[in-house]
């Protein structure tokens, strides 16, 4: 693993047990554009391949102003204000808020000097493995299940998801399967990790609204480069 590629890495360590430069022209992407998903592996990376975001009735934006980033969720979901750290966001779908079936979470780090400053493919298709072993050192067992290279309004992510069992002894959750889908992006001055977590068990009553949540982040201010996927 290169350097570069562990210090991104190490930005997921937290999320696994957790404004702009006025620069060029700044372009407004159109939100009604399907993502793609390209590389992709499971069921949730294809259910992703070809979501739109997601507005109108059922649906609310949900912003953080001093990040500059955006994410629509159901309506019924709520932002859980207990949010510290690295999770600038924390939302939890409808029921018992201090027991809740599901957790997303917006984890915002600022990128250091060796980072890439983007997603790239090679990243993108290494993730899900890499995260595996993430995982063990935290003793924690992470079965990938979905990956891939998600392409969207001219930003680049990557996608890694699967199963997880906690291993740490004299605790409950060894005794539960859970379903994580992180999805990640990169920038010149921001790392994002999007985490969803839920008891396998649940993970098929959220999948859809997961699929149209990851396909909806976006970056308040953005500029156009030569390079912008259209």
């Known amino acids: ?9 190490g930005t997921l360590v937290v999320g696994l047990l957790a404004p702009l430069a006025a620069l060029g022209q700044v372009v407004t992407p ?6 793609q998903v390209l590389k992709l592996k ?14 109108g009735k059922g649906w ?13 969720v ?40 060796a980072d890439l400053l983007e ?3 090679e990243l993108a298709l290494s993730l899900a493995d890499d995260l595996t072993e993430t995982a063990r050192q935290a003793q924690a067992q992470f079965t990938p299940l979905d990956s891939g290279y998600m392409l969207a309004r001219g930003m680049k992510f990557a996608l890694a998801g699967g199963t997880m069992v906690f291993v740490k002894q004299n605790t409950e959750l060894k005794k539960k399967t859970f379903r994580r889908e992180v999805l990640l992006f990169i920038a010149e001055d921001r790392v994002v990790n999007l985490i969803f977590t839920t008891l396998e068990e649940d993970w098929k009553t959220y999948a859809d609204d997961v699929a149209r949540i990851f396909a909806s982040y976006q970056t308040l201010a953005q500029k156009k480069t030569d390079d912008t996927i259209d």
């Open 30 to 35: 159109d939100p009604t554009k399907p993502v």
């Open 1 to 9: 693993m290169n350097g570069k590629k562990a210090l991104v890495l």
């Open 119 to 121: 997603v790239d493919e």
């Open 42 to 55: 499971g069921d949730f990376a294809k259910k992703l391949d070809g979501a739109v975001m997601p507005s």
């Open 74 to 113: 159901p309506s019924g979901w709520k932002v859980d204000p207990t949010a510290e750290g690295d999770t600038i966001l924390r939302l939890v779908p409808p029921g018992d808020e201090k027991k809740p079936k599901a957790v997303l979470e917006v984890n915002f780090t600022a990128p250091r000097d």
């Open 60 to 72: 609310k934006a949900v912003t953080d102003k001093e990040k500059q980033l955006q994410i629509m």
